[in-house]
DNA sequence: TCAAAAATTGAATTTTATTCAGATAGATAA
DNA sequence: TTATCTATCTGAATAAAATTCAATTTTTGA
């Protein structure tokens, strides 16, 4: 057994799909040539950044989702894009913004269970820069990524 | 002018594409047939729930972004899964979790503008079973739905 | 240890994306 | 308005890719 699953996974997170023409024709009846015209025109304009899949988390073994806000500590010379940057290579985080109000960051981490959340949090918080942090837990999911559950 | 850019978005956002097998072939090296085999066991498994686009939300007029946290009023027979389903279909709505704490749902709304964002605010604040709302700007996005910005 | 089920694979087939050149529509400027 | 340029559209040909299938190998469970 090879055990192709857990790279496809991590392949089909971030892109390796690409847009069905023939099937989008059918829909909208228009010529597969227009449509690919106009694709490669969205593409070429950067307007789309990549094509990708959208798992059942709890069937990949991330089902456990939690909002993790983040305050920075205020220092001469810190710069909050960096420091956002790096947390956005994080494996396990989804989503990651700057936001405006009471805290800075907001990342939307996605993990096994609770456990491994706890592993990604302390990696997080041990960090230069981050002064404070609280956890706000995703009970269910309705929808992500334009997606209904 | 067809004007066919609209109608792509709307599929992509949520599906309309499909797996790239003969680029992930050489990518890891295995033969298109044994991928073939496993990508169809995940989606029948459920575990890939659709192949999709992801966008710079910049590019098509969706460069504003909220989170929308909300709160529902305590009521007997108020279903919180209805009111959160529901408010999922928005069009504007990437995504809806239930979840712990102080509020009970963040929404991620994402408008072409301020203006915009305004319009869903209220038609989402004046439904039934909506006690209060904040709404917590995202000035800048380091990574969403996995992919880096 | 052995039978059944699951996973792998090369080769054939079917389907799909891509290219391209001609046509059409839209924009620009005189 | 009309001429000219550019962008968009499209059918048909080509190239590339997904899918199927039957044979093989591996894994599982009794």
Redesign the interface.
Known sequence: M?N??P???R????G?????IA??AK??N?PSA??HY??K??EN????????????YE??DEGF?V?LFIKLTAKAGADP?QI??E???YEK?????????E?DV?LKVRTKNQDEYYDVLKSILTREGIEKSTS??????????????
Not at 16 to 20: F, S, W
Request: charged share 25%.
């Open positions: 090879k192709i699953r790279k496809l996974i392949l089909f997170k971030v390796y799909c690409t847009p069905q099937r989008i829909t909208i228009e227009t449509l106009n694709i025109k969205l304009e950067g307007a789309i950044k990549t094509y990708k899949a959208v798992f059942d069937k990949i989702c909002y894009d956002v940057g947390l956005a290579r985080v989804d989503s990651a913004d700057i936001i405006a109000g805290w907001v706000v837990i995703s009970l269910k999911q309705a929808k992500t990524e334009f997606v209904l559950l």
